[in-house]
């Protein structure tokens, strides 16, 4: 069985910076896409940062210079998100979600096949 656990988040003011952290377990094909998604209240899912089974990455252009996501260095199974230049529309719950699928730019969350739990992040002005 598959499992996602974040941790990480927290609050912080604008212009910080937070690390999350996702650490899978289970998983067993060698070609995947893990990513980072945003919700907030009353809103979809949105995808901020995605990272293939070759370490190729895609980002939303509202995160990119800010957000660094990558896999652990000696440990592929824990994804990464660095967040700096932190703003107040950045704040939301963040979930890691894993594909058996290649990466997409602006993927959907239906490419995904498994979902953390989620992390509350936010960004006080």
């Known amino acids: 069985q598959v499992q996602l656990v974040e941790s990480g988040g927290g609050s912080v003011e604008a212009g910080g910076s937070l690390k999350l952290s996702c650490r899978a377990s289970g998983y067993r094909y060698s070609r995947h896409c893990s990513a980072w998604f945003r919700q907030i209240p009353g809103k979809e899912r949105e995808e901020v940062a995605s990272?293939?089974?070759?370490?190729?990455?895609?980002y939303a252009d509202s995160v990119k210079g800010r957000f660094t996501i990558s896999k652990k260095p000696n440990d592929p199974d824990t994804l990464l998100l660095q967040m700096s230049s932190l703003k107040p529309e950045d704040s939301g719950m963040y979930y890691c979600?894993?594909?058996?699928?290649?990466?997409?730019?602006?993927?959907?969350?239906?490419?995904?096949?498994?979902w953390g739990q989620g992390t509350q992040v936010t960004v006080s002005s």
């Open positions: 979600a894993l594909s058996h699928k290649y990466c997409e730019v602006g993927a959907e969350q239906d490419l995904y096949n498994y």
């Open positions: 990272i293939d089974s070759d370490g190729v990455t895609i």
